[in-house]
């Protein structure tokens, strides 16, 4: 019995491309960069079926011999080949997705219009704006999905060229319909507009007023003063960010929806640990993903760490040690492995300042090292991709202090 995951993450012209095979329950993931969106199928079909061919009459059994398997599939230096057992293939945050505004959690000022708009069974034009994983793109889709109507999203700071404007935009709205909701018009969700170039947004709003009776357009950014203003007043704006007030009411729901989620993934844990969990909301919440991504990657084992490490002080040594020597391919496997702690390298006390410090040949750079790492903290919460922004910063270090 064997099953595939692909998943691909476009980066300018290259995709990042991650294949990945479950064979009698241990997974195989096959990353590397191509520009053929179909190699990650085969590579997760031929990765499944050389683990199924090189299984020794013991693994058949149920133990696969993972040093044969390495060595017959991934002889090539192009293939990094990565083993765990038990391995889930579905991410937490996309399999706990809300799919519906009534689970949306949200302050009322905000839950209560888009209720509104699903009783009244209509979509406006409008412009969501907050930081980084607040959830607008999910509230985006569950609107559609509450409100039955056809949508397509398309993530603008990928596809940011006047192209897309020009072909996929604009073809999506001068089709019709072919879903069968009784809608007279459809949706498309513009992700991370803020990521579309000037002459882009120029052309949009164009289309906003040509298709105005067929289709409805939602705006998401993570900075509402680079959508243009012409934009802005076609659209109503709800603003993403929370009030002290608001944020504090809503940490306890989201305590209680993590323990939802771990109970439902039957995850160990027990009450001595409920305030270790709200600390854990508290330092991240409003970023939900990171949160939801945080307690997946602290329960790979079946039950809830003590979370000893949330601070990466034991290991942030080995991100140290990846930039003091240079070894860029270490740095980015760090970032990948502590991606949902990612911002903790910031961290004055217990990040890689202190570290740095300690090896650094020239004290004088100190300044130097502090204005990198501001700037990366800066960065960090309006960036579409976290790992890329702390991958830069390693570079930013490589090239400016000296060790």
């Given amino acids: 019995m064997r099953h595939y995951v692909v998943h691909s993450l476009a980066r300018g012209e290259w995709r990042y491309c991650c294949a990945l095979a479950s064979v009698q329950g241990r997974a195989y993931t096959?990353?590397?960069?191509?520009?053929?969106?179909?190699?990650?199928?085969?590579?997760?079909?031929?990765?499944?079926?050389?683990?199924?061919?090189?299984?020794?009459?013991?693994?058949?059994?149920?133990?696969?011999?993972?040093?044969?398997?390495?060595?017959?599939?991934?002889?090539?230096?192009?293939?990094?080949?990565?083993?765990?057992?038990?391995?889930?293939?579905?991410?937490?945050?996309?399999?706990?997705?809300?799919?519906?505004?009534?689970?949306?959690?949200?302050?009322?000022?905000?839950?209560?219009?888009f209720i509104n708009m699903v009783d009244a069974g209509e979509i406006q034009n409008i412009h969501l704006t907050g930081t980084a994983g607040t959830g607008k793109t999910t509230i985006a889709r569950a609107l559609c999905n509450d409100v039955g109507v056809e949508y397509k999203i398309i993530n603008c700071s990928n596809d940011s060229g006047i192209d897309t404007v020009r072909t996929d935009i604009f073809n999506y709205c001068n089709t019709a319909s072919i879903s069968n909701t009784n809608k007279a018009y459809k949706?498309?969700?513009?992700?991370?507009?803020?990521?579309?170039?000037?002459?882009?947004?120029?052309?949009m709003r164009g289309l906003i007023e040509q298709f105005s009776k067929n289709v409805r357009f939602v705006l998401t950014s993570n900075d509402s003063t680079k959508v243009h203003p012409a934009l802005n007043s076609r659209c109503i704006e709800y603003n993403f960010t929370l009030t002290a007030t608001e944020r504090e009411e809503l940490i306890p729901e989201v305590a209680s929806r993590i323990v939802d989620i771990m109970s439902n993934e039957n995850?160990?844990?027990?009450?001595?640990?409920?305030?270790?969990?709200?600390?854990?909301?508290?330092?991240?919440?409003?970023?939900?993903?990171?949160?939801?991504?945080?307690?997946?990657?602290?329960?790979?084992?079946?039950?809830?760490?003590d979370f000893v490490d949330i601070d990466m002080s034991s290991s942030v040594g080995e991100l140290v040690s990846a930039i003091q020597s240079k070894q860029f391919k270490k740095c980015l496997d760090w970032i990948m492995n502590h991606q949902y702690d990612i911002d903790n390298i910031y961290n004055l006390k217990n990040g890689i300042y202190t570290h740095l410090t300690s090896v650094m040949k020239d004290k004088t750079q100190i300044p130097d090292l502090i204005k990198i790492l501001g700037d990366g903290n800066k960065s960090l919460r309006n960036c579409v991709d976290q790992n890329m922004q702390a991958a830069e910063t390693c570079v930013l270090i490589f090239t400016t202090i000296e060790f």
């Fill in 267 to 305: 995850i160990e844990f027990d009450e001595n640990q409920i305030d270790s969990i709200i600390s854990v909301v508290d330092k991240h919440y409003p970023d939900m993903r990171k949160i939801v991504g945080v307690f997946n990657n602290h329960t790979k084992s079946g039950k809830l760490s």
């Fill in 187 to 203: 949706v498309i969700i513009l992700d991370e507009f803020d990521g579309f170039g000037t002459n882009s947004q120029k052309a």
């Fill in 30 to 113: 096959y990353r590397y960069p191509a520009r053929n969106h179909f190699l990650p199928l085969f590579a997760a079909v031929f990765l499944a079926t050389s683990a199924q061919a090189q299984m020794s009459p013991s693994a058949m059994s149920g133990t696969l011999n993972t040093q044969e398997f390495v060595k017959t599939v991934a002889s090539s230096d192009m293939f990094e080949i990565e083993t765990s057992q038990g391995f889930s293939t579905e991410l937490w945050v996309e399999k706990y997705r809300p799919k519906h505004v009534k689970d949306c959690i949200l302050p009322k000022r905000l839950k209560t219009p």
